[in-house]
Structure formats: structure tokens, C-alpha cells
T-cell receptor, first 111, second 112 residues
Framework: EDQVTQSPEALRLQEGESSSLNCSYT??????LFWYRQDPGKGPEFLFTLYSAGEEKEKERLKATLTKKESFLHITAPKPEDSATYLCAVYSGGGADGLTFGKGTHLIIQP | DTAVSQTPKYLVTQMGNDKSIKCEQN?????MYWYKQDSKKFLKIMFS???????INETVPNRFSPKSPDKAHLNLHINSLELGDSAVYFC???????????FGNGTRLTVT
């Protein structure tokens, strides 16, 4: 069974204070690792897909990286509007053939 | 235009009732899903469906059943609602299985 563990559960940063979120995974044959952002009362919004170790993707202040065991979401000089829950998910083609999600990291950026 | 829309946004009902949640996607995607997000915000897949096949997560009670009248719609029917069914239910779609999911904004179900 695929497993995804995210840490920390919650993170509070000052505006401009860079940090990283961790996503550790156990799957039988990774076919994709996904990062999503979820705002209160909304559905998750797709950010990145990573397919192989060493791959990196960037979008504005966010950068996602992937190794064989984990992924990091680096947030550089965050702004208050980056506050959200960040979800990591994996796809292996097993189970119900959907993505398996972690429990998320609740990120708060204080002005 | 909303890519994935689901109705209602809120649903409050009593134990034992039967209810449905509707979902529509206008992205032309082949695969649709239902996910359940519990009180701890944990998203768990319930079903995936394309025009050929329904795949059910083995942990989902058979009181839950998806119905797809056409490729753009996947409705969720729930029979004999229980207190533990209270959660936020998300519909999603993707081009094919394994490609990025596009989510609706959820239906908050409260069973009293």
C-alpha cells in the first residue's frame, strides 16, 4: 500500500523567511509525485508533477525537488498570500487508481 | 467557467436518509474521481471511473455508489447515512489516470 508522510504538520514563518516542506513516500513503483495547494473552503489546486529522482520544478516562489525517497517543496521569501495547506500525493497505478495523499502541511506566513 | 463543479456546497441531513451529490466537469477529461476529506483534512480516494471501468477503494462501504450518466458527470449516491459519513467530499477529474487531478470545491456533508 502506498504511503505518504508530510512534515511538519504546521509551520509558521515570517514574511520573507524561506523554508522547506518535506514529503516522504513509500510506493511500489512511483509513476508521479504531485504537489497541491489547498485554501480553506476550496478544493486542492495543482502545483507540480515530478516523475524521476533529480527532477526539479519551479513556479514563482515555490520549487519542488524529488529524490528516490522524498520530495521537498522549497518556499523562498514567502508572502502572506502563500499561506495555505500544501498537499503531497503519489501515483503508482495501484489501489483505486487515484492519487494517494499525505495529510498536508499547514503553512502560515505572518506579515 | 468552473472546470469541475459540484452541488450542493453544503448538505445537512439526518441519519438513515439517502442523499446525492452531483459533479460535472467541462475539461473533456476521461477519468473522474470521488475523494473524502475527513475532519483531520486527510484526503482519501473512494472511486475512480472512466467510460470503461469503475475502480472502488475496498474500504468504501457499499452504501456509497457512483453513477455516471455521461462522460462529463459522476454523481455520488449515499444510502442510509451514518454519523461517520460527515466529511467534505471532493469530485475530481484528470485527462487519464495518473495525470494531475482537477478538483471541485467540495461538498460539506453533515449527518445529525
Amino acid at each position: 500500500e502506498d504511503q505518504v508522510t508530510q512534515s511538519p504538520e504546521a509551520l509558521r514563518l515570517q514574511e520573507g523567511e524561506s523554508s522547506s516542506l518535506n514529503c516522504s513516500y513509500t510506493v511500489s513503483g512511483l509513476r508521479g509525485l504531485f504537489w497541491y495547494r489547498q485554501d480553506p473552503g476550496k478544493g486542492p489546486e495543482f502545483l507540480f508533477t515530478l516523475y524521476s529522482a533529480g527532477e526539479e520544478k519551479e513556479k514563482e516562489r515555490l520549487k519542488a525537488t524529488l529524490t528516490k525517497k522524498e520530495s521537498f517543496l522549497h518556499i523562498t521569501a514567502p508572502k502572506p498570500e502563500d499561506s495555505a495547506t500544501y498537499l503531497c500525493a503519489v501515483y503508482s497505478g495501484g489501489g483505486a487508481d487515484g492519487l494517494t495523499f499525505g495529510k498536508g502541511t499547514h503553512l502560515i506566513i505572518q506579515p | 467557467d468552473t472546470a469541475v463543479s459540484q452541488t450542493p456546497k453544503y448538505l445537512v441531513t439526518q441519519m438513515g436518509n439517502d442523499k446525492s451529490i452531483k459533479c460535472e466537469q467541462n475539461l473533456g477529461h476521461d477519468t473522474m474521481y470521488w475523494y473524502k476529506q475527513d475532519s483531520k483534512k486527510f484526503l482519501k480516494i473512494m472511486f475512480s471511473y472512466n467510460n470503461k471501468e469503475l475502480i472502488i477503494n475496498e474500504t468504501v462501504p457499499n452504501r456509497f455508489s457512483p453513477k455516471s450518466p455521461d462522460k462529463a458527470h459522476l454523481n455520488l449516491h449515499i444510502n442510509s447515512l451514518e454519523l461517520g459519513d460527515s466529511a467534505v467530499y471532493f469530485c475530481a477529474s484528470s485527462q487519464v489516470a495518473g495525470s494531475p487531478l482537477h478538483f471541485g470545491n467540495g461538498t460539506r456533508l453533515t449527518v445529525t
